[in-house]
């Protein structure tokens, strides 16, 4: 089992800026496809985005072009870099890990059965 941790949730106004941080001690990410999902109470989970091994990414169609997905090498850390929040971005955003998948279509990182699974970091956006 991969011991992902997320951090960086909060509480921002709409129109701010977060960015989320997904690690794993004593693992290295970068062997792993890494998705960010969220959940808002009384709302199906909903994939985010995911970067694979490769370093390909995707992204869901709420958040493409306000969030960013990127990966740091030197810190074993994947980022998710969330601008222009709305308040329908509240939600509590979850990281998952895949070490296993080939992707033949990237887009199914969204709706994949993720073994390895983080705690979740709240994020608030106040209208």
């Known amino acids: 089992q991969v011991p992902l941790v997320e951090s960086g949730g909060g509480l921002v106004q709409s129109g701010g800026s977060l960015r989320l941080s997904c690690a794993a001690s004593?693992?290295?990410?970068?062997?792993?496809?890494i998705g960010w999902f969220r959940q808002a109470p009384g709302r199906e989970r909903e994939g985010v985005s995911c970067?694979?091994?490769?370093?390909?990414?995707y992204y869901g169609d709420a958040v493409k072009g306000r969030f960013t997905i990127a990966r740091d090498n030197t810190k074993m850390t994947v980022y998710l870099q969330m601008d222009s929040l709305k308040p329908e971005d509240a939600a509590i955003y979850y990281c998952?890990?895949?070490?296993?998948?080939?992707?033949?279509?990237?887009?199914?990182?969204?709706?994949?059965?993720?073994?390895?699974w983080g705690q979740g970091t709240q994020v608030t956006v106040s209208s």
């Open positions: 970067i694979d091994k490769d370093d390909s990414i």
């Open positions: 998952a890990a895949d070490g296993t998948t080939m992707w033949t279509d990237l887009k199914n990182c969204l709706f994949w059965p993720y073994d390895d």
């Open positions: 004593g693992f290295n990410l970068d062997y792993y496809t």
